[in-house]
């Protein structure tokens, strides 16, 4: 898995509520084992690191978040803001997180359990030892 992608997921609404639905199989290409949620101020950028094994999908639950994604050689904007839109970014991908407006969240499904190791936070490290092979 090397390619940042954008998942679509089966949203079912009506006036009065919606429902998304992320399980591991067809659309989400591994196994969940972690899965947490991230609010910030507007404006706000979190992120700005690497993973070198995990992998993880985006979804922002409320408002808008900005996503830009690096491959050490190009980078890429995308805007999350529906529930049933989701953005798979393997390992070995610089990600950071722009929160466009106030209110905004983000749900992350990860395919391994917290390792303070897993993080590299120097973009040059990354850049030079950790970046996706394509």
Same mark, same amino acid.
């Given at each position: 898995?090397?390619?940042?992608?954008?998942?679509?997921?089966?949203?079912?609404?009506?006036?009065?509520?919606?429902?998304?639905?992320?399980? $591991?199989?067809?659309?989400?290409?591994?196994?969940?084992?972690?899965?947490?949620?991230?609010?910030?101020?507007?404006?706000?950028?979190?992120?700005?690191?690497?993973?070198?094994?995990? $992998?993880?999908?985006?979804? /922002?639950?409320?408002?808008?978040?900005?996503?830009?994604?690096?491959?050490?050689?190009?980078?890429?904007?995308?805007?999350?803001?529906?529930?049933?839109?989701?953005?798979?970014?393997?390992?070995?991908?610089?990600? $950071?997180?722009?929160?466009?407006?106030?209110?905004?969240?983000?749900?992350?499904? /990860? +395919?391994?359990?917290?390792?303070?190791?897993?993080?590299?936070? +120097?973009?040059?490290?990354?850049?030079?030892?950790?970046?996706?092979?394509?």
């Amino acid at each position: 898995m090397s390619i940042v992608k954008l998942i679509k997921f089966s949203l079912h609404a009506n006036d009065a509520s919606s429902l998304c639905v992320y399980e $591991s199989g067809d659309l989400v290409p591994f196994e969940i084992k972690r899965v947490f949620t991230v609010n910030a101020k507007e404006n706000v950028i979190r992120g700005n690191h690497v993973h070198k094994k995990c $992998s993880q999908l985006l979804v /922002c639950v409320s408002g808008e978040i900005e996503v830009t994604t690096d491959n050490g050689i190009e980078k890429t904007v995308f805007k999350l803001s529906n529930l049933d839109q989701g953005l798979l970014i393997p390992a070995g991908i610089w990600a $950071s997180e722009k929160y466009i407006g106030e209110g905004s969240i983000l749900m992350v499904l /990860c +395919d391994s359990y917290y390792d303070a190791d897993d993080y590299v936070y +120097d973009y040059e490290d990354f850049k030079h030892n950790y970046r996706a092979n394509f």
